[in-house]
């Protein structure tokens, strides 16, 4: 890519708009034989108290605009209504103790216990950890947490502003005291303990500025610096042992896993979402090195490890994925022995709990789970509700017990408890809502795309709906990394519904509900098939007369907010409203800040021409600086502060970009979220917010 050109300072162009005004700069690049205008690229630099005081102001906006829908306090009421109540996940059991999480009606943030007893229903319950007391104003939040196998430790993450950066630290759970063992840079993984309690693997980033490898350590080159240690409690954490090197390249993952009897140490490399690497080493041997299970294969490989066999899941030539079995000792591809073939449904995990294999597929997008035998044979399938969603069994594989958690788009989360042996399964816990879905439908519809490719889509409303084109209606999407949209049940989407509203999701291609080839089939130089996919989808609710363009509107975050914001600029003309939060939306410069790197193998980049060329041709923000003055419908950027995985910056451009073209007389709107990361902020009450202003200006704009 060639250097852009010197950056000019013109005075800043009188607003069209009541928004506040926006410099515009006349920087324009040639690469490959192209002239890129990027009248913005001031607008990246977030340290840049020009850009504080410009982000601070359009926010200030927002949401003064936002807050003028009407019937907006009486919406929130009924949002605080479903958002906060009681629940409780499965437990995790460690040696006679059981970890659970509490969510609490009276709470902001979710609580982990603990107790001790025969089983998880005995015991006196015991806080771990109330993530409610460790910050004045909500800022610090939990990540994830692994309770040692022993149920002696617990390592723990800890979230600054719910960003994905994290600090690992370990509790003692008899005394809630927390050691001395604080790590830093555990950005990336969980930890693997040992069996003994005494230590564990971790995935180990180094901080932004210092140096490894004799090379500066970027933020968009950080996931190339990662690695694998092992950390001894009670020993310097600065000074944890290296197992497994960086591997070097910023478009991958490394973690490492250790198998539950601590006879075998598992490294995966992912290449983005779409190949992996997987080396094994006997964990028993000081110095045994790691040898390669599967290298340079361009599919996806998993591995579940149990009495020194393992299990490998990959859709290396089956695109569904299928199953084999070989000795941790026997790792020629050769002695591999498949025992899941490939079916006609498509296999997201394997795992085995209670000595049998449990395995979940996606037919239709939805779930299904069946029990096999270690060789592969059926023993049973899983009696479920029909047209949901489930992670599978989850349990140990010494234990008979396993919960299997289900949500549907009518059913609030129920867990299950079932017994491997028997099969019997019983409801163990369910969430319960003051909202009456029987009064909600869903539909499963196929619908072609621009080239004819059948596409499915789930159309959620109340039962009765009027089939007159009036309907508001609300189109959401996804569409990468093999990411799965399935039925599952969501607190704000009933509101939208018990209100009058339809919503629908399709299975846009990108994403793995119909396998490998369906993901394919829209990454890099197809990925303009995910946004025709989309188009199909709100041509077909309007030929439906489900709704029309007047009482559309379009929504999705991070990969979404990349295909609304894609969409959007491609027919703007066909929606009335537009939600694109936590966006990509600069696909050209995508790759060179927050996590963009590992996102290559998934969209391509601007650096390799062929590649270039299908980015520039659907990137939002080249396609709207180049079309110029323009009518769009209304626009709410739903941007966070704290964003470390997407660069905030997207959705600044592109809304300084819009708000400077609109012709329209639609609002343009960036708000932005404080103390929050790519997932939102972790608190009720800007959760609920955040829904209620999003929901209020859509009811607004689209009845």
Known sequence: ?????????????????????????????????????????????????????????????????????????????????????????????????????????????????????????????????????????????????????????????????????????????????????????????????????????????????????????????????????????????????????????????????????????????????????????????????????????????????????????????????????????????????????????????????????????????????????????????????????????????????????????????????????TGTVDEWARIKLPVDTTQFETQQVFYPSKDGTKISMFIIAKKGTPRDGTAPTILYGYGGFNVNMTPSFSSSRAVWLERGGVYAIPNLRGGGEYGEEWHRTGMLLNKQNVFDDFIGAAEYLIKEKWTSSEHLAISGGSNGGLLTGATVTQRPELFKAVVIAVPLLDMLRFHLSGSGKTWVPEYGSAEDPEQFAAIWAYSPYRRAVDEGPRAYPAILFDSADHDDRVDPMHARKLAAQIQAAQTASAPVLLRIEKNSGHGGADMVKQQVERVTDQLAWLELLLK
Request: net charge neutral.
């Open 1 to 421: 890519m060639v250097e852009p050109a010197p950056v000019t300072t013109p005075e800043p162009a009188a607003p069209k708009r009541a928004w506040p005004a926006t410099k515009k700069d006349a920087i324009v690049d040639t690469v490959y034989g192209k002239q890129v205008a990027d009248p913005y690229r001031w607008l990246e630099d977030d340290k840049n108290p020009d850009v504080q005081a410009w982000m601070n102001a359009q926010d200030v906006y927002a949401r003064g605009e936002l807050a003028k829908a009407p019937g907006r306090d009486a919406l929130a009421t009924r949002l605080k209504e479903l958002f906060y109540y009681d629940s409780i996940s499965a437990p995790v059991h460690r040696n006679g103790r059981y970890f659970y999480v509490r969510k609490h009606a009276d709470k902001e943030k979710s609580i982990v216990y603990w107790k001790q007893g025969k089983n998880e229903k005995t015991g006196e319950e015991k806080v771990l950890f109330d993530p409610n007391a460790w910050s004045t104003d909500g800022t610090k939040g939990l990540g994830g947490w692994v309770p040692s196998w022993d149920g002696k430790y617990v390592a723990y993450a800890v979230k600054q502003n719910n960003s994905d950066e994290t600090t690992t630290h370990v509790i003692e759970v008899a005394t809630g005291k927390d050691l001395p063992d604080t790590i830093e840079g555990t950005k990336y993984g969980s930890a693997s303990w040992t069996p003994d309690g005494k230590g564990f693997y971790y995935t180990w980033v180094p901080p932004v500025g210092t140096k490894s490898g004799g090379r500066d350590v970027t933020i968009a080159e950080r996931p190339g610096f990662a690695e694998v240690r092992f950390h001894k409690l009670g020993d310097d954490p600065s000074k944890d042992a290296l197992v497994h090197p960086a591997t070097g390249s910023a478009k991958t993952f490394i973690a490492g896993h250790l198998s539950k009897d601590g006879h075998w140490l598992v490294v995966t490399i992912s290449h983005g979402w779409n190949s992996s690497d997987l080396y094994i080493k006997d964990a028993r041997k000081k110095d045994a090195a790691f040898t390669p299970i599967v290298k340079g294969v361009d599919a996806l490989f998993d591995v579940d490890v149990w009495k020194d066999q393992l299990y490998i899941t990959t859709n290396d030539g089956a695109p569904r994925y299928r199953v084999y079995k070989t000795p941790a000792t026997k790792l020629d591809r050769a002695a591999w022995k498949e025992i899941i073939p490939q079916g006609d449904a498509t296999l997201q995990s394997v795992n085995v709990v209670g000595g049998q294999l449990v395995a979940t597929y996606l037919r239709n997008a939805a779930s299904e789970v069946e029990v096999r035998s270690l060789e592969g044979k059926l023993v049973r399938k899983v009696a479920l509700p029909a047209l949901g969603t489930t992670g599978g069994i989850g349990g140990l594989p010494d234990e008979d017990t396993g919960y299997i958690s289900f949500s549907s788009f009518t059913e609030p989360n129920i867990i299950y408890k079932t017994s491997i042996k």
